[in-house]
């Protein structure tokens, strides 16, 4: 594979596209939000040249890198490419819409994915006239240094689909897993959201500070962060509409997004967004 997709250009459609260049892939990308893509690109360009400064990059590799992303304001640019990864907000009906224009300008054996942490990929597969290509890539923040993609197969995806995901994954530089059930979550945020729910629980109650709770998780279960400084770092309004999903799926109160939480996203406190989240609780 030598040219993809990108739709988004917030953190983690920037992340993508910026390690897709690096590793040798033409990136067309696009986001709905004027001047979005030029600011992610710029960024791009600023961490390729700080790891020429760092003696990591060659200069001649970092403007092969810069030139290989492309930005777009059209869909139609899409007709070239030979997969599309889709990193818009965590809403499924936005995600939707965004498969319904893909499903209409991507050639006819482009592989579709989607970076969605936690919903349904056979849902957002029903917006295409090929659900059988469409595949969960969930990258992890920050996308060029995390290790881990999830390979999430939807209800249709078929054996073809999951080799190309795949492929592409290991192109990129990352280690897989593939998530053999389309369930909310997958497996990652399906073990990680229960923990983030207990920890705050604990501060909500007066257990121990935000620190000392951060502090037992690190050092006594070996984690290289706490739940809360984790929490934190994903965005609050991101962790609260992955709860509400997965309680809404499962009903089951491990899911149950604590008061705490709710507080702290409406009071617009979103962690390392806004610079305002658990540790100013």
Do not use: C
């Not at 994954?169 to 909310?184: F, R, S």
């Not at 499962?250 to 967004?273: C, E, I, Q, S």
């Amino acid at each position: 594979m030598h040219r993809i997709g990108v739709v988004g250009a917030g953190t983690m459609g920037s992340g993508i596209g910026y390690l897709a260049a690096l590793k040798g892939l033409e990136v067309v990308q696009y986001d709905a939000m004027p001047g979005a893509v030029s600011r992610a690109h710029d960024g791009a360009r600023a961490r390729l040249q700080k790891a020429v400064s760092a003696g990591k990059l060659s200069a001649a590799d970092a403007e092969a890198a810069s030139n290989r992303l492309r930005a777009t304001s059209s869909w139609d640019d899409f007709a070239e490419v030979q997969a599309a990864i889709e990193a818009v907000v965590e809403v499924i009906d936005v995600k939707i819409e965004v498969f319904r224009h893909l499903d209409h300008v991507l050639p006819e054996n482009a592989l579709l994915a989607t970076n969605t942490s936690s919903l349904s990929i056979t849902e957002i597969a029903k917006a295409t006239s090929r659900p059988q290509q469409v595949v969960g890539m969930h990258f992890f923040n920050p996308a060029p240094v995390m290790k881990l993609v999830e390979i999430v197969r939807g209800e249709e995806t078929n054996d073809e689909t999951v080799g190309m995901a795949l492929g592409l994954a290991e192109q990129m530089g990352k280690e897989t897993i593939v998530v053999q059930k389309d369930t909310p979550g997958f497996v990652v945020n399906r073990a990680l959201m229960p923990l983030f729910i207990e920890a705050m629980r604990m501060l909500e109650e007066g257990v121990a500070t935000a620190e000392d709770i951060d502090k037992g998780v690190r050092l006594g279960l070996n984690h290289p962060m706490g739940p809360l400084t984790l929490a934190d770092f994903t965005g609050l309004d991101v962790d609260l509409n992955v709860m509400d999903y997965m309680f809404d799926e499962f009903h089951d109160d491990r899911f149950a997004a604590p008061l705490v939480l709710r507080r702290l996203v409406r009071a617009g406190h979103l962690g390392k967004k806004t610079g305002h989240g658990f540790y100013q609780y």
